[in-house]
């Protein structure tokens, strides 16, 4: 036995060996932790994001995050968009990628699924640099191996709000101030009825946003937290929903088919995101948007590293990168979101001095992030069962059916 043993250990060293030699020298994470050192980058790194997180001047000549770090790192950048949190996930299942900038619908489900590794922030300098709100964010941030002290499994790149659009031509000086708009039934100012006209995110973490609003009308159901909701709230939520279908002219997941629909196709309000409403305002369409007396829910979104990762030196590499507070400013002027380290806010040219406050920078006490929901409730009550996410996956799908 010890025979074989000194042949294993030998035979592993030998390899050890040609490898850094051919200066293959990877960033590989230790049973069951992280990442202690970061070696030389491997060429490359692949991320599946959102559609506008990853730019690299394509679109926009102005907007470009992508060559010079390619340029200072060697590393060249391959993106895989993704339309939804589902898409994300199922991609990462498959593997073959590095990173994934996930929702906190998704986040939570990579890491009890084991798809991607804990994050050692000490080989991230930029971390500290983090809006500390951020930080041990519960989305990222879990104590999977149960001793007493939670882990880090993404690191913040940007967050924003599901806001209240609607077309000013349509409401007139009666700015909407309430979900409602979009939930019940009724005549908007221009005088004809909302039927048809209204819009609803195609995903099943939307049911969250009938619970909020099911939460600030409708208090005997008790609800506390959107997303750990008992079969009751639940149901009410769903019957919600199915109300709302009638309203519906599309559920939708792709942010540019949603703005054609509100220029050409008569839409008068829906959830959103500022990058929709604030492209719209800046063309000269009659948009404006508002987070209403109900609230928002919202998307921290955490770039993750997948468990099985080819490239993890260049990964490191973009995570620290990607903290840089010219790329947080940038971002934060194309997509219209909040940068995760707030002095990013300041002296960016794309930005203006005014960029974060019209991505709503002063409405963060007011959004509930999206999370996972889980049978467990989050853990918010130990003598609670709540309904968990696979059952608002296919209840959701039969909303939008019309069952």
Avoid at 9 to 22: G, Q, Y
Avoid at 72 to 84: D, G, H, R, S, W
Avoid at 245 to 258: C, E, G, P, S
Avoid at 378 to 384: A, C, E, L, S, Y
């Amino acid at each position: 036995m010890k025979t074989k043993w000194f042949t294993f250990v030998s035979l592993v060293a030998l390899v050890s060996l040609v490898l850094t030699a051919c200066g293959a020298t990877a960033a590989t994470p230790e049973a069951g932790g992280s990442v202690q050192s970061i070696g030389e980058g491997e060429g490359e790194v692949s991320i599946i994001s959102w559609a506008g997180y990853i730019e690299r001047g394509e679109t926009d000549p102005a907007y470009d995050w992508v060559t010079q770090f390619e340029e200072e790192t060697q590393c060249m950048v391959t993106n895989k968009i993704a339309a939804t949190s589902d898409e994300m996930v199922a991609l990462m299942n498959e593997g073959g990628f590095d990173l994934v900038t996930a929702s906190g619908d998704a986040s939570n489900r990579l890491i009890s699924g084991g798809r991607v590794q804990e994050i050692n922030i000490d080989l991230i300098p930029s971390y500290s640099e983090i809006d500390p709100r951020l930080q041990n964010a519960p989305w990222h941030t879990v104590d999977k191996d149960g001793d007493g002290t939670a882990e880090h499994y993404g690191v913040p790149y940007s967050s924003g709000q599901n806001i209240l659009m609607y077309n000013t031509e349509i409401f007139g000086e009666e700015a909407p101030t309430s979900w409602n708009v979009v939930f019940e039934e009724m005549t908007l100012p221009d005088g004809q009825p909302n039927t048809g006209r209204i819009q609803a995110y195609d995903g099943p973490i939307y049911v969250a946003d009938a619970a909020l609003y099911l939460k600030y009308h409708n208090p005997e159901l008790g609800i506390d937290d959107p997303y750990a909701l008992n079969r009751e709230q639940f149901d009410a939520a769903i019957n919600l929903l199915r109300e709302q279908r009638k309203l519906i002219n599309r559920y939708w997941h792709d942010a540019f088919v949603q703005m054609d629909d509100f220029t050409n196709e008569g839409v008068a309000a829906s959830g959103s995101w500022p990058f929709q409403a604030n492209l719209l305002k800046a063309g000269g369409a009659p948009i404006e948007k508002v987070v209403p007396v109900e609230g928002a829910t919202g998307w921290a979104d955490s770039t993750m590293l997948h468990v099985d990762a080819p490239h993890p030196n260049c990964a490191y590499k973009w995570m620290e990168w990607s903290l840089n507070p010219k790329v947080q400013g940038d971002l934060a002027a194309w997509f219209q979101n909040i940068p995760v380290r707030l002095d990013a806010c300041e002296g960016n040219e794309l930005l203006g001095p005014d960029g974060c406050v019209n991505n709503g920078l002063n409405n963060f006490d007011q959004i509930v992030w999206w999370r996972t929901p889980s049978g467990d409730c989050g853990d918010t009550d130990p003598n609670t069962e709540c309904v968990p996410y696979h059952e608002w996956v296919t209840q959701y799908v039969a909303v939008i059916g019309g069952r």
